[in-house]
């Protein structure tokens, strides 16, 4: 077996550490209690991104270039996502979560960690199609500002709209998709209805705390990223910011089993991600 | 010193390869066994029940922070990469790795980092190239590293880039392969004589 090969494993996990927290004492991002194992993928693939050899020349262009340290942030924190993904947990949402909001008079929602907004403009669709938008707010929070620019703008490339349209069609959308967008060149904007009651702002789920009771909370695939003890900590905040009867939603191969929280929620069906608080 | 946990991957050909390979396996098989089969992000589910059915051991798609037991088989979910880090699977909607999601590499290159000498890598049938930097990543740790012979193989791309890239402890015809690992799980100092 090869022992330099693991002596330079080890001094890139002793690296990475000092790099991670070097961030957080600078500037306060967070990202020590991220999963490991993609992080670490993440870091590496930025850092041969920007030519460089060692995790600790990358620390030293993070630390003290601005312009390095957003193109950092940009690549921790997107997550690749799609409109309507698992078109199935919207299905369920249209049949079992829109009737139980159409009992409210105002309806307070919030997508966490939105990324670059697909999520957010499936759900402003499928509630505007419910008819039930108009009394809807919802907010998206991410960490990153300049991952909420992109989701404010609206703008997703043209060659991702087959695949989207046929989530859409699969989530019960009746319409057409192409209603919902102009096409300029490889792109498309949202129309811009789509988000006159959403609020972008930033938010960390690492550190920051609750902001507002809520009667529907998304979560769907942001904890993954998550190691263990943040994503309990992220499963107490959603839980506290969540109303009584509040619905949860999850990304389908995450799972309230090996959380703190398990107990305290209903599944809405056996097959979605979708839970209800009832305690 | 035992090995912990066994990756394959596999690509085009692959269902028939790894129903070949599960179905060699006895019931007290007891190290873990992660795979990663290539599939359109479209195709359903069903390739689960597929392989259950010819497996002794149990067959499921695990979820983010499911831990990883011995005497199961792991088959990583479509549209996700699954890694596995204090010995938990964990899954990402990263970008795919070469057209891949799930990606051989990553989640190779995650068990290699994770198990280091402990691992045991197998590339089976492909016609790309994935796995063959997650396979050279364990070799790298002091991890065992077994390709399906390309001649048994449907599609010998996935193989011979692995070959090519890495002094593979062993190149077997897919027939013998599960025996292969069975003998290696209860008498892991095998390779070494």
Redesign the interface.
């Known amino acids: ?2 022992t330099v ?2 002596e330079v ?1 080890d001094l890139e996990d002793i690296e990475i550490s000092l790099l991670l927290d070097g961030l957080y004492r600078a500037y306060g991002f967070d990202f020590r209690e991220y ?4 992080i ?3 870091i590496l693939d930025l850092m041969h991104g920007e030519n460089l050899a060692t995790v600790s020349a990358f620390q030293d262009r993070v630390l003290h270039d601005a312009a390095c340290l957003n193109r950092f942030l940009l690549g921790l924190s997107v ?3 799609a409109m309507f993904r698992d078109p199935s947990f919207y299905l369920t949402f249209r049949k079992k979560v829109v009737p139980l909001l159409r009992t409210y008079p105002t309806v307070q929602i919030w997508v966490a960690g939105c990324s670059t907004g697909e999520e957010v403009y499936s759900l402003a669709i499928l509630l505007q199609e419910e008819r039930l938008y108009g009394r809807c707010r919802i907010y998206a929070t991410d960490i990153s500002q300049a991952v909420l620019r992109k989701a404010r703008d609206g703008i997703f490339p043209l060659a991702a709209m087959r ?1 989207y349209t ?1 989530n859409y069609h699969q989530a019960g959308g009746a319409n057409e998709f192409s209603d919902y967008y102009t096409a300029q060149y490889d792109s498309v904007i949202f129309s811009s209805a789509l988000k006159s009651n959403v609020v972008f702002s930033e938010h960390n789920l690492a550190t920051d705390g609750s902001f507002n009771e809520f009667q529907v909370i998304l979560c769907r ?1 942001v ?3 998550f ?2 003890d943040l ?1 309990a900590r992220v499963h107490h905040l959603l839980y506290d910011s969540l109303s009584m009867f509040g619905v949860f939603g999850l ?1 389908n ?3 309230l ?2 959380t703190p929280r398990a107990a305290f929620y209903e599944h809405l069906n056996d097959k979605d991600k979708l839970y209800r608080k009832v305690m | 010193m035992a090995y912990e946990i066994v990756v394959v991957g596999a690509s085009t050909g692959g269902l028939r390869a790894l129903r070949v390979l599960l179905s060699g396996l006895p019931a007290e098989f007891f190290l873990p066994m992660v795979i990663v089969q290539h599939r359109g ?2 195709m359903e589910t069903g390739l689960c029940e597929f392989l259950a059915h010819s497996s002794r051991l149990p067959v499921g ?6 831990p990883v037991l011995p005497g199961h088989a792991y088959l990583a ?1 479509r549209d ?2 699954l ?4 010995r ?1 699977f ?6 795919p790795v070469g057209f891949a999601r799930p990606s051989i590499d ?1 989640l190779f ?2 068990a290699a ?2 198990y ?2 402990r691992a045991i890598g197998v590339i089976l049938t492909g016609a790309n190239h994935d796995g063959a930097r997650g396979l050279a990543a364990i070799k ?3 991890g065992l590293t077994l390709v399906e012979d390309p001649v048994t193989a449907v599609c010998r791309e996935m193989p011979d880039a692995a070959i090519n890239l890495t002094r593979v402890d062993w190149i077997l015809p897919l027939q013998e392969m599960a025996a292969g690992l069975y003998r290696l799980s209860i008498n892991p100092g095998q390779y070494e004589s």
């Open positions: 077996m090869s090969a693991t494993n999963s490991r194992a993609s670490k993928r993440r997550h690749a996502t695949d046929n695939n904890m993954i990223y190691n263990k994503q990304g191969k995450e799972s089993k090996f | 992000k479209h798609e695990p979820e983010d922070k499911e979910p996700y990469h890694l596995i880090q204090s938990s964990a899954l990402s909607t990263e970008s990553v290159e995650s980092d994770e280091r000498k790298a740790q002091g």
